[in-house]
Each structure stands twice: as C-alpha cells, then as structure tokens.
C-alpha cells in the first residue's frame, strides 16, 4: 500500500477512527458507509472519505469500508502492528490506574515495570506487573528493551529523570508530569497536562454561565 | 478591561502561559520581558505578544510583563476566580488519582464527593473526600450546587451516567470515559482519551523508527 504524506490534522483523528471501528467490530459489524460512520462520528461523510483515502481509500462505491479491514490497517499506520515495552516511573495513584488499563496491552503496549521512591510501594505488584526501586531502573530499561517510559512524577523531579531515560535509551515520553520537558528534539513527547485541560473546560464554562446570566 | 473575541487557538494556549507564569511566581519573579518568556516556553516572542494583546496587552515598552497581574489576569480570562463545586464518579484508581490532585483547589475546582457502586469502595474516604454510593448521587448533585462532573467510568457506564447528571443540572463534563457523550451543546465536555493520546504518541514513534532504519 501506498502512503502519502499525511498532515498533523488527519493523524490526530485516526484514533478516533480507530475507536469507532473497534467499537463496531466488536458488535460485529461488518461494513459500513461513510454516511452511516459519519453520523456516528458526527463529522461530514466527505471528511471521512478524504481523511482515509489518504491512505489509499479503503471503501469501494456502493459497499462501503470492510470494517475489520479499515481497522486493521489504521492500526498499522498508527503503528499498532509494533510491540511496545513500557515503564512507569513514578508509581503513585495515577501511575497505578495507568498499569491497571488492560486496553493498553490489547493495543500492543506492554507495561513491563513500575518504579518509585516510596518503600512502602517498592515490591508491590499492579496486575502482576511489580513496582520496583526506582535505582534499579537505569539496569531494568537497558536490560529490557524499553522504549517508552510513562512519567507521572512531580514537576521538580520529571527533569532530571527523563534526561537519565534519553541517557540509557528511551525513544518516547508519555508525559503526565505538568512541565514541558527539554529532551532532545529526536525523542517523541505526548503531553498529558490535566490542569491544563482542566482550565480550558473551566474557561468554556465560565463563558457560558456569563452568557446564561445575560439572557436572563 | 475591554476583552475582543478570542481564537480558539489562543485559548489553548492560555493555560500553558497560565503554569509558566505560576512557575514564575514561585519564584519570586516580579518581571518578564516576552522575549525571556519566548525562550523559556520555546514559542517566539511575537507570538507571546500578539496572545496577550487579545486581552488588551500587557506589556510595556522597555518593562515587560507584571508576572503577578499578568497571572491573575489570564487566570480570571480561564475563568478561575470563580469556585467550581466538582464530583468524580467512578472511584477506581483513576477517580482516587484525581481526587488526590491537591492542585485543583488551588485553581478554584472543590471536590466534593466521589460517587461508585463498588460496596468496598463506598464510605471510603480520599484527603478527606468520600466515595459515596451511586444511588445518592441524584440527592447530592442536587444540594450541593455541583456544576462539574469528571467520569472516569466503563465505557458502557458513562452515556447514561451522563444523560442523568445533565438532568439533575450539571453544566460540564470533563470526561475520562473512552466514549464521545452525546450530551445537549450547551453543556460543555473536555474530553482526555488516553488511549488516544498514546496511540498518538506510537504513530510518531513508529515514524521515528522508520526513519531510523532507513538511516542505517
């Protein structure tokens, strides 16, 4: 299959695409048209059919998609098809309810570890997957091939700590940490702020009670 | 002081100022000049500019930025000189790992219950905030003037969770639930998919290592 090159917009909806269609597969769902997939996602049939012919097309006039087909192969374009070594580092609640999703290993995302500080954590286990000495990890990632590391840690401590995992060989940060961190600029970084998201909600909110209040 | 219509964009970028300029605070910074701010959060100087402008600029020529004004300031555009009355239903690890962010009273979000059904998680109790039985739910949005929900439920829980708290009065979701809740427009929903953002996170990755091969 031929892959042109795919602009930012178009990646950021593959997720979603990907989602629906599982959902969908999972009632068995065999085909579908764009019209139809487009209600469900409440976008135009036309994006949906501009968004995935940028991938050669999947649909066929009068058929519409395979929907195991179309999933399929958008989880190869989101490299889906890879399998993914992960650590957490930082093992406190958030980093727990992390290596508790089970979803993330049916997408090909292995939690390998969990690391922290606390000894009251250090030896527990989340779903069999152990919380460990976070001066273990250094041994533990060159060991075992991890790619990616998970920080949930304070914003004092992300830094130095991600400098040390680029050091051994991390390729990607997913970063629950509320800091921007400064690595390298070959080394993947997908931010979670969740304050940040938070005050966006809380700004479209507060517009919306000043424009209730002005109707009354 | 006069506020224009503000761009979407800029709006998303608002809380990244919003945690540099805290940060700044911290430390005792009474000044910033854009282009000292530019460096540290890696955008131009024009760019800083020009966002703070649609709020009637800041700045003086030869002075800078106020840190303090300028935070309290783009804290009132967030909307966070109000107070938000917050529940979070769906006390699994998720739920107790954001009940646990003592960061969100900070900003002006009280949360004020956890709700479950789980009988071994009810009457539990996180810094002091309870985890509730479901079933008194209805009640306690009702009298405890609660404008915000967070879900953190199943996928299959969350749309009619949602349906019924819009009922009982809810203005807002900031929604965990791997699932778009079709709600009335004028609530308002901030979605955080996970799983989407790391599989973001694997799409670029797996970019990165193709490249690398090819490199090689």
Redesign the interface.
Known sequence: MEIKKISSAV??R???Y??YLGDLLEKDVVRISSRELSEK??VTASQIRQDLNNFGGFGQQGYGYNVEHLYHEIGK????E?K?NIIIVGA???G???A??A??EK???YIKSLFDVNPRLIGLSIRGIEIRDIDEMEKFVKEHDI??AVLTLPKMKAPKIANDLVKWGI??I?NFS?I?LNVPS?I?V?N??????????????????KKDKEKK
């Open positions: 990646i950021k593959l997720p979603r990907y989602r996602m409440g374009i989101l490299g889906l890879h993914y406190g609640n958030l727990q309810a992390l508790n999703y979803s993330f997408r090909g995302f790619q990616l390729q990607a997913w509320p921007d070959d993947v997908e979670v702020h969740l304050l940040e998201s938070l005050m966006t909600l809380s700004y479209t909110l507060n517009e919306k009670l």
